[in-house]
């Protein structure tokens, strides 16, 4: 079952995916990303059926852009959250998206955030969250040891404790992990350039 | 279990002398475990008309959009706000919509109407409307609210006692279901204030007044010679000094809210 986690900083937000594709008992791939980046300053970690994660943060992102593209600013990640949330819940009675996603965004004025949104298109904005199985460490982590505005260090030291949880408490714990990072500067791979 | 008990609500409405409160828990849940101590379940229609909506959360979060949608659409017609008994006939117009394939929330109604009467209903998820003089409920700890309200509820309370009654019985029932609680979201209106209070576990409103009653394992007929001091819970807030009493019979306030009844592990307004 695929982990996926996030929290907010004091100025970036960070979201963390495994980067395991599995089906039954066979590891398809071992480097999939599961963190999509919906523009320069949103990022959308997605966890659940795999075709439907794929082509649902896929639609979710040109969506975005389309938006950028005709009004000529980006959404806020308000109205990215909510937009996301709307098309879950239509789509909710008729031909429902197994995909539970973690929504993580810069707004200049607003500062970081993180979006919390159910396969069933529950929305809630919220400091600290976790889907999957590795939720169960995850989340008991943060609860210790988050503390508002922390460090992009502090950040990163926590979410390598909660990776070393879920390697070493998951009995089907994923080998690895992608982490991603959200601030001024826009969003990126964390650890990369 | 089952979907109206997905993420956990707790709703209270009550009528008072010229005002009214509404109160909810802040507990979002994902069946066992905990999303968030935040969640808003009470939604301002206007100054005067607020809808709680229990039950499943996103079909609580897209009801209530249709809802504003259909309030504001009523405001520009109109040109002015609904009543609560015309938006209450409305909300159940839109639910029974949805007969056989239906929003699974529990709405609670509260609002001041003609000449700031105040109003309250509720419905279950297909629109079938119950009215109440007195106080209304919906959500997992419907059970106890009904019982809590019922022994707690009097007549024509003004707008403070109300605020107490009514955070007491919430906080009461959800201390005993496992899916609401995390403290308590109460509105207190009246025809001239919104005031709006949240509720946290273990810390008074009055700081000085903090106490904490702690029941003994054993039951305590005889007042207590010098007993091993009692520990307050280690997730209190260390905070205001808090007052222990060995046995919750012998705490001066206990048997103050009505006979027999002690709190537990809460302050007592």
């Known amino acids: 079952m695929e982990s996926v986690f996030g929290l907010v900083g004091k100025d970036f937000a960070i979201v963390v995916a495994d980067s395991s594709a599995v089906h039954s008992i066979l590891v398809h791939k071992t480097n999939e990303d599961k963190i999509m980046l919906l523009d320069s300053h949103k990022l959308m970690g997605a966890s659940g059926e795999t075709g439907d994660r794929a082509q649902f943060t896929e639609y979710i992102q040109k969506n975005v852009a389309l938006y950028q593209f005709r009004n000529g600013i980006p959404l806020t990640t308000a109205a990215a959250a909510n937009f996301t949330r709307g098309e879950l819940a239509t789509a909710l009675r008729k031909n429902p998206y197994m995909v539970n996603i973690i929504l993580a965004g810069y707004d200049k004025d607003i500062g970081p955030s993180v979006y919390f949104i159910d396969y069933i298109a529950s929305l809630h904005k919220v400091d600290k969250a976790a889907f999957g199985y590795g939720s169960y460490f995850a989340l008991s982590m943060m609860d210790r040891h988050y503390r508002k505005d922390m460090t992009v260090e502090e950040a990163v030291d926590l979410v390598d404790k909660i990776i070393m949880e879920i390697r070493s408490r998951l009995v089907v714990a994923p080998p690895n992990f992608v982490i991603k990072i959200v601030d001024k500067d826009g969003a990126r791979e964390y650890g990369l350039a | ?269």
């Open chain 2, 1 to 269: 279990m089952s979907i109206f008990e997905y993420n956990g609500s707790a709703l209270v409405a009550m009528v008072g002398k010229n005002c009214f409160a509404i109160a909810s828990d802040r507990r979002l849940g994902v069946q066992l475990q905990t999303i968030a101590t935040d969640f808003q379940k009470i939604y301002k229609i206007h100054d005067k008309l607020f809808i709680g909506l229990s039950g499943l959360a996103t079909d609580a979060q897209t009801l209530y959009q249709r809802l504003v949608f259909r309030h504001k659409l009523y405001q520009l017609r109109e040109e002015r706000d609904m009543k609560p008994e015309t938006f209450s006939s409305l909300v159940s117009a839109i639910l029974y919509e949805k007969r056989f394939g239906p929003y699974f929330c529990q709405p609670v109604i509260a609002g001041l109407g003609d000449e700031d009467k105040p109003f309250i209903c509720t419905m279950d998820s297909i629109g079938a409307k119950e009215l109440a003089k007195d106080f209304v409920v919906a959500g997992t700890a419907s059970e106890s609210l009904y019982g809590a309200c019922e022994s707690m509820f009097k007549p024509d309370m003004d707008a403070e006692e109300l605020f107490e009654t009514i955070s007491q019985a919430l906080l009461s029932s959800v201390d005993r279901d496992c899916l609401s609680g995390w403290g308590g979201h109460v509105y207190v209106v009246t025809p001239t204030e919104v005031s709006e209070r949240i509720l946290k576990e273990f810390v008074a409103k009055r700081p000085e007044s903090v106490v904490h009653i702690l029941l003994s394992p054993t039951v305590c007929p005889n007042p207590p010679n010098p007993l091993p001091p009692v520990r307050s819970p280690s997730f209190a807030p260390p905070g205001p000094p808090s007052i222990t009493f060995p046995c919750s019979r012998h705490h001066p306030l206990a048997n103050t809210l009505r006979p027999g009844v002690t709190s537990i592990g809460y302050p007592l307004f």
